[in-house]
């Protein structure tokens, strides 16, 4: 009977613990996310009227794809943010353990994430779903919105300010602007002669009928921590 009590306490605990916390990270991470929408309508505002008005290809245009995910095009890319459902916490080896924010409060460690990727724009026009996105950047958000950037080519960027910095709107337009910026930077690689020397019949009838030849771009994230709004 002991021990069946000491299990309901432990349950009970976690209930009134990490439970809490797990559900206050998904409030907060939504709460900023519905800010980043506002901000990339604003980026829309703000840049659209610099682009050459004759050219309608180059502009800007956002589209809300749902209460998690949202688009961005840029020319000839699409930036999609997608924010996930639940809270996360980093392996042992992760650079957040040495913030003295984290170890002076374990909860504070309990993220959610919003996933930055990158697709071209002619994958989702001629529904080439065979096409590849990448994901250039993670920004991680906790219960209190103090957040850091994660990108492919350095991991924990920003973890210097992680506790001080809270992702508001002058935050978000820094990431979404750096996003856009190396967007537009990197270019397509053409594929290797022996990838492409040999094709059978059903691949190009399918590439002919669909237009589904596999597209995609390998890019780098680099969010300069040191420009962050603290």
Same mark, same amino acid.
């Given at each position: 009977?002991?021990?069946? $009590? ?14 809490? #916390? !797990?559900? +206050? /990270?998904?409030? &907060?991470?939504?709460?900023y996310f519905e800010i980043l929408k506002d901000v990339l309508k604003k980026a ?41 459902? $639940? ?14 924010? #984290? !170890?002076? +409060? /374990?909860?504070? &460690? ?121």
């Amino acid at each position: 009977m002991s021990q069946k $009590n000491e299990v309901s306490q432990s349950i009970v605990q976690l209930l009134n613990t990490k439970a809490v #916390v !797990k559900q +206050d /990270v998904f409030a &907060s991470t939504h709460k900023y996310f519905e800010i980043l929408k506002d901000v990339l309508k604003k980026a829309v505002d703000i840049y659209n009227p610099q682009i050459n008005p004759k050219d309608q290809r180059l502009e800007l245009n956002y589209t809300d794809k749902g209460e998690f995910v949202v688009q961005l095009k840029v020319a000839g890319d699409v930036l999609v943010f997608q924010m996930h459902t $639940n809270a996360f916490v980093f392996d042992r080896d992760h650079e957040v353990w040495k913030s003295e924010y #984290v !170890k002076s +409060d /374990v909860t504070n &460690s309990f993220c959610g994430v919003i996933n930055i990727y990158n697709f071209l724009h002619d994958s989702f026009r001629y529904n080439r779903l065979n096409d590849l996105g990448y994901l250039i950047a993670r920004v991680f958000i906790n219960k209190d919105g103090h957040y850091f950037v994660e990108g492919k080519r350095q991991k924990g960027t920003g973890i210097n300010h992680f506790g001080t910095s809270v992702l508001d709107e002058d935050n978000w337009l820094k990431i979404v602007e750096t996003a856009v910026l190396y967007a537009l930077e990197f270019d397509l690689l053409v594929p290797p002669y022996d990838d492409m020397k040999i094709i059978s019949m059903m691949q190009m009838n399918d590439e002919i009928l669909n237009s589904q030849m596999r597209t995609g771009k390998r890019l780098g994230f680099i969010y300069k921590s040191d420009d962050v709004k603290q």
